[in-house]
T-cell receptor, first 114, second 113 residues
C-alpha cells in the first residue's frame, strides 16, 4: 500500500478564518512534506518533517503553521490567508530523507481563499 | 548551482504516436532522477526513477535512461494512448540540495483519439 490520504479535498475560506489541512500515511515513512502547487506550475516545497521534527521551512509565511503530531500524521494550520494563497496543497511522504527515496504524494487539497 | 531543464509543451499527439520529453540537468555530483506524472485533477504519481548512471527506469510502457555523459534523463513511450494525457515532471534530487525534489517546469501532453 503506497497511499497518502489528504482531507478535505476542497476548502473555501475567508481571509479571517482558521482552518487545517490533514495528511495521513500508514507506510511507516519517517519523512513527510508539504507542497504548494499553483495552476500550470510545478509543486513548490514548503515544509519537511523528518522523524517528527521540522527539518526544512522554505521561508513560508507564518500564516502557514505545520504540525506533525506523530509519525503517521501531518497537519497544516491556516490562518489569515490571502487570495494569492489559493492553490493545490500536496502532502507527500518517503521512507526517510535520502537521495534515492521515492516521495509518495496524496491527491491534494484544493484551497480557495476569498 | 544545480538545475534542471525540461522541454516545455504543450505537446499534442495522436494515439499510437511516439512520445519523447527531454530533460537535462546541471549538477555537482550525481543526482537521483525521477519522472512524476500528474493526471487531471489529481496528485503526483511516480512514473519511474533511476539512481545511478546507465540505470534504465521503466513503467507503463514509459522508459528513461540515466545518461551521465549527456546529463540527461529523457522520457520516451513508443505508442501513446488517450489515457496518457497528463502533465509530466522531471525531478532530480541533487546531492547538495538537501535531498529535495527539484521539479522541472512540467510538460503537458494531450493525446487525441
Amino acid at each position: 500500500d503506497t497511499e497518502v490520504t489528504q482531507t478535505p479535498k476542497h476548502l473555501v475560506m475567508g481571509m479571517t478564518n482558521k482552518k487545517s489541512l490533514k495528511c495521513e500515511q500508514h507506510m511507516g515513512h519517517r519523512a513527510m512534506y508539504w507542497y504548494k502547487q499553483k495552476a500550470k506550475k510545478p509543486p513548490e516545497l514548503m515544509f519537511v518533517y523528518s522523524y517528527e521534527k521540522l527539518s526544512i521551512n522554505e521561508s513560508v509565511p507564518s500564516r502557514f503553521s505545520p504540525e506533525c503530531p506523530n509519525s503517521s500524521l501531518l497537519n497544516l494550520h491556516l490562518h489569515a490567508l490571502q487570495p494569492e494563497d489559493s492553490a493545490l496543497y500536496l502532502c507527500a511522504s518517503s521512507r526517510q530523507r535520502s537521495r534515492a527515496e521515492t516521495q509518495y504524494f496524496g491527491p491534494g487539497t484544493r484551497l480557495l481563499v476569498l | 548551482g544545480d538545475s534542471v531543464t525540461q522541454m516545455e509543451g504543450p505537446v499534442t499527439l495522436s494515439e499510437e504516436a511516439f512520445l519523447t520529453i527531454n530533460c537535462t540537468y546541471t549538477a555537482t555530483g550525481y543526482p537521483s532522477l525521477f519522472w512524476y506524472v500528474q493526471y487531471p485533477g489529481e496528485g503526483l504519481q511516480l512514473l519511474l526513477k533511476a539512481t545511478k548512471a546507465d540505470d534504465k527506469g521503466s513503467n507503463k510502457g514509459f522508459e528513461a535512461t540515466y545518461r551521465k555523459e549527456t546529463t540527461s534523463f529523457h522520457l520516451e513511450k513508443g505508442s501513446v494512448q488517450v489515457s496518457d494525457s497528463a502533465v509530466y515532471f522531471c525531478a532530480p534530487v541533487f546531492p547538495l540540495e538537501d535531498y529535495k525534489l527539484s521539479f522541472g517546469a512540467g510538460t503537458t501532453v494531450t493525446v487525441r483519439a
